[in-house]
């Protein structure tokens, strides 16, 4: 009987425990569950305190300082590398520049094909910064680019040569930054190999190039110019380049453009020049050349050699011409003033807009043959054109070939106004001689004057063979 009651107990005692055990673990996941909720309201509740600037703004602070102090030191570092591995003091650049783009305003139907003539890049005036190169100059240490990339000069420095050997498709653009180089007898900048080579000045900059003796030659390369490239060259930016030279100013053996910035140019020979072509779209130029002002030629090929502007500032004084060209001068824009011995001269001259204003004491506009692809001609279809004649055996506007006026208002100040030896041609316009307007060009030829009217053809020696290539 006793060990049936003693049973009967345990029995009780471990029901209640086992009530008891499942009681607790039911209180215990309740517990536990009400910890997830708590846990995940307060998640909840600091992501939206995190979308208030003032609570976030310290955490994000500090967690963006780690990396950025991370990033400084490796740079810093490479920056010492660099510094120790290079003669010329050597940095990244981690800015990011806006950037600035001009607009050609170039018109068609010209004699010079301009739909594709200025690329984007061309026109833009600032160079992407971010993970440039930055040089800054010493004495007598030169530096040499192998790579297309950006690099940025700056400093003063005395002989010192900024070489480009780059790849055949490389694009490089130097953008000088405050820079001052003075050389005795060699280029600042020479360009040897590149697909294209910008040289940007930085907005605000003052930029200074100068080659005070006789340039040497580089092998059998005359390299006679403070910027000598022999590709193609772009000239940009927003800020100021000043040049001088004992000999040409810039020289670039293929094409060389100009679409912004302050270009100041001092120099014995040419200012600018080219073998293929120059063409301008925008920028202040001021030229004080010993010979010419711009000019394009290749001696091994007359078919090549054009000039073409479409905007811009000038002010030449040249001692020969202000504006030369092998081929085709063409003009569709600028304002344009030229001093010089001829103020503008080319196979083919044609003035389709812009401001010009010449003074000379040759022939203000000439049209010569230099080159046989094209006939020898002087078309005027817009603009303002003032032609102002020193005394003695002077020509305001002298074709060797054929002159027509279309268009635009030309104003000649001239003993002998105009001469031509093929044929002329007004059909619209405005022509205004000596102060009196007047619809007749009348001809200078060997001391004999003639004359037409409007829409009319004066006979002047006999017209060139072929016709009249526009190409």
Same mark, same amino acid.
């Given at each position: 009987?006793?060990?049936?009651?003693?049973?009967?107990?345990?029995?009780?005692?471990?029901?209640?425990?086992?009530?008891?055990?499942?009681?607790?673990?039911?209180?215990?996941?309740? $517990?536990?569950?009400?910890?997830?909720?708590?846990?995940?309201?307060?998640?909840?509740?600091?992501?939206?305190?995190?979308?208030?600037?003032?609570?976030?703004?310290?955490?994000?602070?500090?967690?963006?300082?780690?990396?950025?102090?991370?990033?400084?030191?490796?740079?810093?570092?490479?920056? &010492?590398?660099?510094?120790?591995?290079?003669?010329?003091?050597?940095?990244?650049?981690?800015?990011?520049?806006?950037?600035?783009?001009?607009?050609?305003?170039?018109?068609?139907?010209?004699?010079?094909?301009?739909?594709?003539?200025?690329?984007?890049?061309?026109?833009?005036?600032?160079?992407?910064?971010?993970?440039?190169?930055?040089?800054?100059?010493?004495?007598?240490?030169?530096?040499?680019?192998?790579?297309?990339?950006?690099?940025?000069?700056?400093?003063?420095?005395?002989?010192?040569?900024?070489?480009?050997?780059?790849?055949?498709?490389?694009?490089?653009?130097?953008?000088?930054?405050?820079?001052?180089?003075?050389?005795?007898?060699?280029?600042?900048?020479?360009?040897?190999?590149?697909?294209?080579?910008?040289?940007?000045?930085?907005?605000?900059?003052?930029?200074?190039? &100068?080659?005070?003796?006789?340039?040497?030659?580089?092998?059998?390369?005359?390299?006679?110019?403070?910027?000598?490239?022999?590709?193609?060259?772009?000239?940009?930016?927003?800020?100021?380049?000043?040049?001088?030279?004992?000999?040409?100013?810039?020289?670039?053996?293929?094409?060389?453009?100009?679409?912004?910035?302050?270009?100041?140019?001092?120099?014995?020979?040419?200012?600018?020049?080219?073998?293929?072509?120059?063409?301008?779209?925008?920028?202040?130029?001021?030229?004080? $050349?010993?010979?010419?002002?711009?000019? $394009?030629?290749?001696?091994?090929?007359?078919?090549?050699?054009?000039?073409?502007?479409?905007?811009?500032?000038?002010?030449?004084?040249?001692?020969?011409?202000?504006?030369?060209?092998?081929?085709?001068?063409?003009?569709?824009?600028?304002?344009?003033?030229?001093?010089?011995?001829?103020?503008?001269?080319?196979?083919?001259?044609?003035?389709?807009?812009?401001?010009?204003?010449?003074?000379?004491?040759?022939?203000?506009?000439?049209?010569?043959?230099?080159?046989?692809?094209?006939?020898?001609?002087?078309?005027?279809?817009?603009?303002?054109?003032?032609?102002?004649?020193?005394?003695?055996?002077?020509?305001?506007?002298?074709?060797?070939?054929?002159?027509?006026?279309?268009?635009?208002?030309?104003?000649?100040?001239?003993?002998?106004?105009?001469?031509?030896?093929?044929?002329?041609?007004?059909?619209?316009?405005?022509?205004?001689?000596?102060?009196?307007?007047?619809?007749?060009?009348?001809?200078?030829?060997?001391?004999?004057?003639?004359?037409?009217?409007?829409?009319?053809?004066?006979?002047?020696?006999?017209?060139?063979?072929?016709?009249?290539?526009?190409?």
């Amino acid at each position: 009987m006793l060990k049936k009651l003693s049973a009967l107990i345990f029995a009780i005692m471990l029901a209640a425990s086992f009530a008891a055990c499942q009681k607790s673990a039911e209180v215990s996941e309740t $517990a536990e569950t009400v910890a997830v909720t708590e846990s995940v309201t307060a998640a909840t509740a600091d992501e939206a305190v995190t979308t208030e600037p003032a609570t976030v703004a310290p955490t994000t602070e500090a967690a963006a300082t780690q990396p950025a102090t991370a990033a400084a030191e490796e740079s810093s570092q490479s920056n &010492s590398e660099n510094q120790t591995e290079s003669s010329a003091n050597v940095a990244k650049s981690t800015t990011k520049t806006e950037q600035v783009t001009s607009t050609a305003n170039t018109t068609s139907g010209g004699m010079i094909n301009t739909s594709e003539l200025f690329t984007n890049r061309d026109l833009t005036q600032t160079a992407d910064t971010y993970g440039a190169t930055i040089y800054t100059v010493s004495d007598n240490q030169n530096i040499t680019i192998t790579a297309e990339g950006v690099y940025i000069l700056q400093g003063s420095a005395n002989n010192v040569t900024v070489t480009i050997e780059a790849g055949d498709e490389d694009k490089v653009q130097l953008l000088l930054d405050g820079v001052t180089l003075t050389n005795a007898n060699a280029p600042c900048i020479y360009v040897k190999n590149a697909d294209k080579v910008f040289v940007t000045t930085a907005s605000g900059t003052t930029n200074t190039l &100068s080659v005070t003796g006789s340039f040497s030659s580089d092998g059998s390369t005359n390299t006679d110019a403070v910027i000598f490239s022999k590709d193609d060259l772009v000239l940009n930016g927003l800020g100021t380049l000043n040049i001088r030279s004992t000999d040409n100013g810039v020289t670039s053996k293929d094409d060389l453009k100009i679409t912004g910035g302050t270009l100041n140019i001092t120099c014995n020979s040419d200012a600018l020049e080219a073998n293929e072509s120059i063409a301008i779209s925008d920028g202040s130029i001021t030229i004080n $050349a010993g010979k010419d002002g711009l000019h $394009a030629e290749y001696d091994e090929d007359n078919s090549t050699g054009y000039i073409y502007i479409c905007g811009g500032a000038f002010n030449i004084t040249a001692g020969s011409d202000g504006i030369q060209a092998t081929t085709v001068c063409q003009i569709d824009g600028g304002n344009i003033r030229i001093s010089a011995s001829e103020g503008i001269e080319g196979t083919f001259v044609q003035i389709n807009g812009g401001d010009i204003t010449i003074s000379a004491s040759d022939d203000g506009i000439n049209a010569s043959r230099k080159s046989t692809a094209y006939n020898v001609r002087i078309e005027i279809n817009g603009g303002s054109v003032t032609v102002n004649m020193g005394q003695g055996d002077t020509d305001g506007i002298d074709s060797n070939g054929d002159l027509c006026i279309n268009g635009g208002t030309v104003t000649v100040n001239a003993q002998s106004p105009f001469d031509y030896d093929g044929t002329a041609q007004k059909t619209g316009g405005t022509i205004i001689v000596n102060g009196s307007q007047t619809d007749a060009i009348t001809n200078q030829m060997m001391g004999g004057v003639g004359g037409i009217q409007p829409g009319g053809q004066a006979q002047g020696n006999a017209p060139m063979q072929g016709g009249f290539n526009r190409r």
